[in-house]
Structure formats: C-alpha cells, structure tokens
C-alpha cells in the first residue's frame, strides 16, 4: 500500500490552463509538503501545511494554491500555467520533526 | 533561511571503489540531516539520516559522518554497485518553519561494472 501517492503521473496541458494534482498520504502525518523539481533535479520547497496552516515560500507565484480538504490530503492547483511551470512536483508527508520524511513518485508536468 | 550546498554534482566510480559526498549547511539551528537516494522515475528516498547529536552513523555499506562546528556532512559510501548509481541529495531541517527540508542540488552517482 504507497504511503503517498500522487495523480497524475504524467500531465501535458497547453499554456494558459488551469490544473490541479492531487497528492494523498494514509501514514496519519500531520505535515504536508509540495516541492518542485526542475530540469537540473533542484529540489525546491514550495508549501509546507500543518493543522491547516499554510507556510509559503515566498518565491512561488500566487497562480500556485494547495487546498487541503483533510489531513490526508493536500492538493496543488495551477492557473494560468506557464512554460515555466514545467517540471516535476513532488508531494511529501512529515510525522514528527527529525524523522523521515515520505515522498510520493512525482507528477511530470509539461506545459506546451 | 537555510542554505545547502553539495559536491560534487557528478561522481563516476567503477564497481567496489568507494564513493564520498559533502555537504555544507548554513543554519546552525538545523539538527537533522537526512540523505535521500533519487532514482530515474521515483520519488527522493531516505537511505541514512543523523541527527545532531550524533557524530557518525553506519548502516551496512552507508556511512554518514557530522561536523556542527563546521557545519558540514559527508555520506560515504564503500564497496560500490551498479544499483548504487541514482541521484543523492543531503538535507538539512531547522526546528522552524513545519520542519521544512532545504536539500543540497544533488550528486549524480554512476558506477561502472
């Protein structure tokens, strides 16, 4: 059973759409995360979402938005996606604070 | 906020060498330094990780080594094997900000047979 899983795998769209991922975790964490991945595999955290709060990294453009509907799940929405957008999202889930931290397999996102 | 910079960003050994990696951190706040194994496809995985208090680490054919003076870890690895080839990043977590990972830009490690 994965402990975080992510949808799509693969997402293709055409510049100027909105799109969503969804990421879901059943390992009863409370911390919730969205990293981007660029061409040159650069790791960048992008959210970070604990008890329904939400701390953003302030390098992420404002058409980027996680939803949360519980704690189980935290989502990434696009609007008005950019070429520059094209990269690969990983979700991840934290228990407690020195410890593992899971990560889901990664959307690939291709804005054409 | 933290900063981590990793070296080298590529390391081609041949099987049964060993293989080091360094990282430097900038915070010194941070107490947990995890590595993450990333191969073609998946998702970063934790293979060792340290925790501050801690100046060395050992499981199997993985080491990991801590300097909080100069704020510095390295991974180590010996006996290299073909599986062993992927991407490797270290990290750093600080106590603020939900424990957020800051990783180190990655090492891509190729071992030849």
């Known amino acids: 059973d994965t402990a975080v899983s992510q949808t799509p795998k693969y997402l293709v769209t055409q510049m100027g759409n909105d799109k969503s991922i969804k990421c879901e975790q059943n390992l009863g964490h409370d911390t919730m995360y969205w990293y981007k991945q660029d061409s040159k595999k650069f790791l960048k955290i992008m959210f970070s979402?604990?008890?329904?709060?939400?701390?953003i990294n302030e390098t992420v453009p404002n058409r980027f938005s996680p939803k949360s509907p519980d704690k189980a799940h935290l989502n990434l929405h696009i609007n008005s996606l950019e070429l520059g957008d094209s990269a690969v999202y990983f979700c991840?889930?934290?228990?407690?604070?020195?410890?593992?931290?899971?990560f889901g397999q990664g959307t690939r996102l291709t804005v054409v | 906020g933290e900063n981590v910079e990793q070296h080298p960003s590529t390391l081609s050994v041949q099987e049964g060498d060993s293989a080091v990696i360094k990282c430097t951190y900038s915070?010194?706040?941070?107490?947990?330094f995890p590595w993450y194994k990333q191969e073609l496809g998946k998702g970063p995985q934790l293979i060792i990780d340290i925790r501050s208090n801690v100046g060395e680490k050992k499981d199997q054919r993985i080491a990991v080594t801590l300097n909080k003076t100069a704020k510095h870890f390295s991974l180590h690895i010996t006996e290299t094997q073909p599986e062993d080839s992927a991407v490797y990043f270290c990290a750093a977590q600080s106590p603020s900000g939900y424990s957020t990972l800051t990783f180190g830009k990655g090492t891509m490690l190729l071992v030849s047979p």
């Open positions: 915070d010194s706040a941070s107490n947990y």
């Open positions: 991840a889930s934290l228990g407690q604070p020195n410890t593992e931290a899971f």
């Open positions: 979402y604990n008890n329904k709060e939400l701390i």
